[in-house]
């Protein structure tokens, strides 16, 4: 294809002087950014934090104006290989704020190199959530970062070691901890409404899958190379481009990680282990008929896995958007969180007359981001930083193994492996060049 870009790296002169500014960092210690703090070292409440936006799809246009609506937020930038969606960031961007001052740039990396900007939107597909992350820590930013947050185990990983490494503030977009419904129904677990917690349920959705098509030509102002990023190179198709890349094990992995995350997430919260996984996994699911799909991820599915202190997940995967829930089963009830209608349900049915009406919905992340913005204030550890977030997604990822793979899987929390050889491998992805981690 005459449009098609061999390469994504930048001209020569902008790689250099990006690599340039990644090997300063990592060799000086960590500098909390200017603009976030006054006088002597001293927070300043006046002060706004500069951000600037890598990927710019459906997920950003719904909750960027949940970040202006802070005062001491300053959005200038929009980073897309997509010119149309840069263009509409800057737009909103600047009829917000009534002015001209936010610029559009191609390649992320130019974005980060900026020493103005203090901070970073994360809101590209999988496939760079995690390698985007790690390039954003080591340039010295703070990280917003929408789910999942990383292509492979390892991958999450890494992106931990290098927050920790250079002092980041990181986000992942796993906002229903600061939801009202999802804060009840832990606080009755917690007090012994249900009594002893002895089995979480969870459903998820899937939209199905991708049937195939012929490739066509990348539009104009397409950076296909790029959008590609580290995952393997496939024509340009918009079953592929146009959000079927959720349903391809290369760019996604599917339904799993792509929502599942979000109640492993809150799994994890309930049971106090954010810094370690559950010991088992095991799952059978639907794969699509490849005579009418070209995605290679489940329709359908039901994974189970248990903690060692015998506690059991059960995650069923179905066709539609609707009854989305997680259930939280102990000894003397149960207490449901609908993600459909933000309805809390239990047994006893006297539980239910404990929660307290309205309140944001599952899908408002205004409080996370508040989270994360006195965070970067503070330098404290926000409610979803990357040792919480790898570990929520990691059970998903696991699950994702032990479906491929068509066997029990055992994880030893303390090598951080599999008891399985192929699925400790499989933990790993090469990543495609000119993309390094």
Request: aromatic residues 10%; charged residues 25%.
């Amino acid at each position: 294809m005459s449009n098609m870009k061999q390469s994504p790296v930048p001209p020569r002169q902008n790689r250099r002087r990006f690599l340039k500014t990644i090997l300063a960092t990592s060799l000086a210690p960590l500098v909390v950014p200017p603009s976030v703090l006054g006088r002597g070292g001293a927070i300043s409440p006046n002060n706004r934090i500069v951000f600037g936006v890598i990927g710019f799809g459906n997920r950003a246009k719904s909750i960027i104006q949940s970040f202006m609506a802070f005062k001491e937020v300053q959005m200038v930038a929009i980073s897309d290989c997509r010119k149309a969606n840069r263009d509409d960031g800057i737009n909103i961007v600047n009829a917000y704020y009534n002015n001209q001052d936010c610029v559009g740039i191609p390649d992320f990396r130019d974005l980060l190199a900026r020493k103005d900007i203090d901070a970073t939107f994360i809101a590209t597909g999988m496939r760079w959530h995690g390698l985007a992350s790690i390039y954003a820590a080591r340039a010295g930013k703070d990280i917003y970062c929408e789910k999942p947050i990383a292509l492979s185990m390892n991958e999450g990983r890494l992106l931990e070691e290098t927050c920790k490494r250079f002092g980041t503030i990181y986000q992942a977009g796993t906002q229903r901890r600061g939801t009202g419904s999802y804060k009840f129904a832990r606080q009755m677990v917690l007090e012994g409404k249900i009594g002893a917690l002895k089995k979480i349920e969870m459903q998820l959705w899937t939209g199905g899958g991708v049937r195939p098509e012929q490739p066509v030509p990348v539009p104009e102002g397409w950076d296909w190379d790029m959008w590609l990023g580290q995952t393997p190179w496939k024509p340009f198709t918009w079953g592929l481009a146009g959000g079927g890349w959720h349903y391809f094990w290369d760019t996604a992995e599917g339904a799993m990680t792509d929502m599942g995350c979000h109640y492993t997430d809150q799994m994890q919260w309930v049971l106090g282990t954010d810094h370690e996984m559950p010991v088992e996994y095991t799952g059978q699911g639907v794969f699509p008929d490849p005579k009418e799909f070209i995605s290679d991820t489940p329709l359908t599915g039901e994974w189970h896995c248990r903690y060692a202190n015998g506690v059991e997940g059960v995650m069923y995967q179905r066709l539609g958007f609707e009854d989305r829930y997680i259930t939280y089963i102990g000894e003397e009830g149960w207490i449901r969180v609908d993600d459909q209608t933000d309805i809390v349900t239990s047994s006893p049915d006297s539980i239910a007359r404990l929660r307290t009406a309205g309140g944001a919905g599952w899908d408002d992340a205004s409080s996370h981001i508040r989270n994360l913005l006195d965070c970067i204030r503070t330098r404290k550890q926000p409610d979803c930083n990357p040792t919480v977030a790898r570990h929520a997604l990691g059970i998903a990822q696991a699950w994702n193994l032990a479906l491929r793979l068509n066997k029990k899987l055992s994880w030893n929390n303390t090598t951080q492996r599999f008891d399985d050889e192929t699925a400790s491998r499989m933990m790993y992805r090469q990543p495609r060049a000119p993309w390094v981690i």
